[in-house]
């Protein structure tokens, strides 16, 4: 959503680059570059004025004319007042010191606050918590059957008493105020710690149903009120978000399609002009795609500095820890990353979320943003698919891999030989750099660390170990060669002599026939 700002702000950095001192002019034209990029992105004119403002006065301040690097402290008070007007610090939910914790969802129709309601349930069972929905929308054709579905979706229950209009013409049945009481009753007797409300929405400040939200807040006494607003609204935004405050005096914000194409100057203007955090973001239209808003992180990501702690909070949420250990006590011991490992790492890859999504939150991703958009996450589907139609043995010893073998993997998979080509390419490549990586060597190219043999460090003509033999392609005489070895090594254990270290028995051992000084024999216990 952020793409069009973040691509003017990193412009506007790149001239100041190189630049030793900043004039008076060189700050007056970054901010006024800045301005018209956050105009542009649609943030409200008053929180734009109170932004640039800053900026200019902390720009002509001591701390960029004294700085070693000015243009780096000027991205630094950039990202510090973006954090500023997001909100400032992490907003967490309030939770009920005795009984259930209860929420209610409040906005205008269409700002998707029915399906944010299954992602926040969601969210909150896998934190932990027993959540129920509660369906207090009486007014909206079907929305009642809409949170049913959802709910069931992220394996939550819902208490839907009545079903609700079923057409514009019919008139709601039931009373919402009273469907909220039974809810938050029936969260009591089954034990569940959070009640989710979801309130009818508006077709735009309606005084009546503005009035019905309030009835539902004053019966059931929410801990939070959250206002869901769709993050590609515009500048309307503020408006509809001081109307809402007037009338319900929610407590904190939720974006939803923060994963739009729009400009995305609400995001930045609700949390300045009415006081109250953003808490929650809607990224996608999976009931996975939510994530607590953390404002300094969605700075980083609008300056194109990425967001990797939230990348590892999903890896530290999806890894599977045994996996993890197992590949971990492989490399320690130098076995070969096998076909088998590949498909194992790339299912917990898969299990993260969208590849395109991980990738945007690495540092300087907008440079390469085209191509991350022309990426095809249907390619890890065709890679899992070459790799399982490939024979146990041919994952483990891909080079046994033929001619015919690829042509009959690449039916299988049902692609061009070509591309099972590629794939054996690029893993015999990622094989090589994990046998490097775990000798110590460093990655291919680069000069190995002293002392842990590096590859870079290696002295021309330098005497290299002798090749491993590679194993046979067929199964038996595989086995074979296994059984040689193991033969030859049980023969060679037998010609040394065992007891002491240095292979001589203890009992033939006689000080006398070394040359030791006199009286040395005595420390030798004999």
């Given amino acids: 959503m952020f793409n069009s700002l973040s691509d003017r702000l990193t412009a506007t950095f790149k001239n100041l680059r190189g630049k030793g001192r900043l004039t008076e002019a060189d700050v007056d034209a970054t901010v006024r570059e800045i301005r018209r990029a956050l105009l542009d992105a649609d943030v409200a004119v008053p929180v734009v004025r109170e932004f640039t403002g800053q900026v200019r006065e902390r720009a002509l301040g001591a701390e960029v004319s004294g700085a070693l690097n000015p243009s780096q402290q000027i991205v630094k008070i950039v990202n510090e007042e973006l954090v500023e007007i997001l909100g400032g610090e992490t907003r967490r939910i309030r939770k009920a010191k005795t009984g259930p914790t209860i929420i209610m969802l409040a906005g205008l129709q269409g700002a998707g606050k029915t399906t944010l309601a299954g992602k926040l349930a969601k969210w909150l069972k896998g934190q932990g918590h027993s959540p129920i929905l509660v369906a207090c929308d009486l007014q909206r054709p079907n929305a009642v059957t809409q949170l049913q579905v959802v709910g069931q979706r992220a394996g939550v229950p819902v208490f839907a008493p009545h079903p609700g209009a079923t057409s514009e013409l019919e008139h709601p049945a039931g009373d919402p105020v009273a469907v909220a009481r039974a809810g938050v009753e029936e969260a009591r007797q089954k034990l569940h710690d959070v009640v989710i409300v979801d309130t009818a929405g508006r077709l735009g400040v309606d005084a009546d149903m503005m009035e019905q939200a309030r009835q539902i807040r004053r019966a059931i006494v929410p801990n939070e009120v959250l206002f869901v607003i769709d993050a590609m609204i515009g500048q309307d935004a503020v408006n509809t978000a001081m109307a809402f405050d007037e009338g319900v005096n929610f407590t904190g914000v939720v974006l939803s399609k923060l994963d739009g194409d729009a400009r995305g100057g609400a995001a930045l203007s609700v949390a300045s002009v009415t006081g109250k955090p953003v808490m929650f973001a809607s990224t996608g239209e999976g009931v996975d795609d939510f994530e607590m808003f953390h404002p300094d992180r969605m700075a980083s990501r609008i300056l194109d500095m990425g967001d990797v702690l939230t990348l590892i909070e999903q890896a530290e949420k999806s890894w599977d820890k045994d996996e993890a250990a197992r590949m971990a006590k492989k490399f320690a011991d130098q076995e070969d990353f096998t076909l088998d490992d590949f498909l194992a ?182």
Avoid: C, Y
Avoid at 384 to 396: C, F, G, K, W
Avoid at 412 to 429: A, C
């Fill in 345 to 526: 790492q790339m299912q917990q890859i898969r299990n993260m979320g969208s590849m395109k999504k991980m990738l945007m939150m690495m540092p300087g991703a907008q440079n390469i943003r085209q191509q991350l958009e022309q990426f095809d996450e249907r390619e890890i589907d065709r890679v899992e698919a070459i790799v399982r139609s490939m024979t146990p043995h041919e994952r483990l010893a891909p080079k046994i891999i033929n001619g015919s073998r690829r042509a009959r993997i690449a039916r299988g998979s049902g692609v061009h030989v070509s591309e099972v080509n590629g794939l054996l390419e690029r893993f015999g490549q990622a094989q090589k750099m994990m046998k490097k990586m775990a000798q110590g060597g460093g990655m291919p190219g680069m000069p190995g660390m002293p002392g842990m043999g590096g590859g870079g460090g290696a002295r021309k003509g330098a005497k290299s170990a002798p090749k491993k033999k590679a194993r046979s392609g067929n199964p038996a005489k595989a086995a074979q060669e296994l059984r040689d070895a193991e033969a030859r090594r049980a023969s060679a254990a037998k010609a040394l002599p065992t007891g002491a270290s240095f292979g001589q028995q203890g009992g033939d051992f006689d000080p006398s026939q070394m040359n030791l000084p006199k009286g040395f024999d005595k420390f030798l216990g004999k």
